[in-house]
């Protein structure tokens, strides 16, 4: 049997919500906001950590908003992976544990070779399309793009031109069957022992099962990381982990095994 062959078998063992509420992202949001009240220091010592990330981004390319324009949008893209210990902190949460720091960074010991595969396969998406927005807004733009202001006025406000359409569209193309790919996939695996090719399978099972549900989350998604970043990214201290709990609560919701683990 191909490999194809054997991930479509064991995407059998989980059963895919028919039909979850329209509104239970709200839920979601809800769960994950007590997760991190419950355990405050992993999600902010994350929340912390994307922010300094960004901040080092910020000055490094301050004069090249042209490349830091795909930089923070690519950012969602590789999120699932950057939140993977806080889902393991919810899982301890949710069992009766207690768990701290060292919860979270136990998942990034390199013993499980299905994590650093798809972490490596989102890197090479977002790292795409970084690469695909600075193409585009260099060789489109009338003028130099290299700050914030020169891509509000160049960009965004442009009078004649669609490259901000085309920019929108093309991020678009690239996230959706990234979210697609992703939205349940590392909760997946970090609770099962299924290959990477079984939870990106059963995570687009879940979006074309619930298209209203998932597109609801995608676009909360959105709008709290732009809200996050925004607020000179300080807000994303709180609103990653924020989203982090929440989208363990989605994959509890989601997906249900039909048989045991194993």
């Given at each position: 049997m191909t490999t194809m062959g054997r991930d479509l078998d064991a995407s059998r063992q989980f059963a895919v919500a028919?039909?979850?509420?329209?509104?239970?992202?709200?839920?979601?949001l809800a769960l994950g906001w007590r997760d991190?009240?419950?355990?405050?220091?992993?999600?902010?010592?994350?929340?912390i950590a994307?922010?300094?990330?960004?901040?080092?981004?910020?000055?490094?390319?301050?004069?090249?908003?042209?490349?830091?324009?795909?930089?923070?949008?690519g950012f969602l893209l590789v999120a699932p992976v950057v939140a993977?210990?806080?889902?393991?902190?919810?899982?301890?949460?949710?069992?009766?544990?207690?768990?701290?720091?060292?919860?979270?960074?136990?998942?990034?010991?390199?013993?499980?070779g299905r994590l650093v595969l798809f972490g490596l396969l989102l890197a090479l998406a977002g790292t795409g399309w970084v690469l695909t927005s600075a193409a585009l807004v260099t060789r489109?733009?009338?003028a130099?793009?290299?700050?914030?202001?020169?891509?509000?006025?160049?960009?965004?406000?442009?009078?004649?031109?669609?490259?901000?359409?085309?920019?929108?569209?093309?991020?678009?193309?690239?996230?959706?069957?990234?979210?697609?790919?992703?939205?349940?996939a590392i909760p997946l695996l970090l609770d099962t022992g299924e290959s990477v090719g079984t939870a990106v399978l059963t995570s687009w099972r879940v979006v074309l099962a619930q298209p209203g549900t998932m597109a609801l989350w995608a676009a909360l998604i959105l709008v709290l990381t732009l809200a996050?970043?925004?607020?000179?990214?300080?807000?994303l201290v709180v609103v990653v982990p924020w989203l982090a709990h929440a989208s363990w609560h989605a994959w509890r919701d989601l997906v249900r095994p039909t048989v045991p683990p194993g």
């Open positions: 028919e039909q979850a509420p329209p509104l239970a992202p709200l839920r979601w991190l009240v419950r355990c405050p220091v992993p999600g902010l010592v994350h929340g994307v922010v300094a990330f960004g901040a080092l981004l910020l000055l490094v390319a301050r004069h090249r908003f042209w490349l830091l324009a795909g930089a923070f949008s993977t210990g806080l889902y393991a902190v919810s899982r301890a949460l949710e069992r009766g544990e207690r768990p701290g720091l060292a919860t979270a960074f136990a998942v990034w010991r390199p013993r499980d489109f733009a009338p130099a793009v290299g700050s914030p202001l020169d891509f509000l006025r160049v960009v965004v406000l442009a009078e004649t031109g669609w490259l901000f359409e085309g920019w929108l569209v093309l991020g678009a193309v690239l996230a959706a069957p990234v979210f697609a790919s992703s939205v349940v996050g970043m925004a607020a000179a990214l300080l807000g």
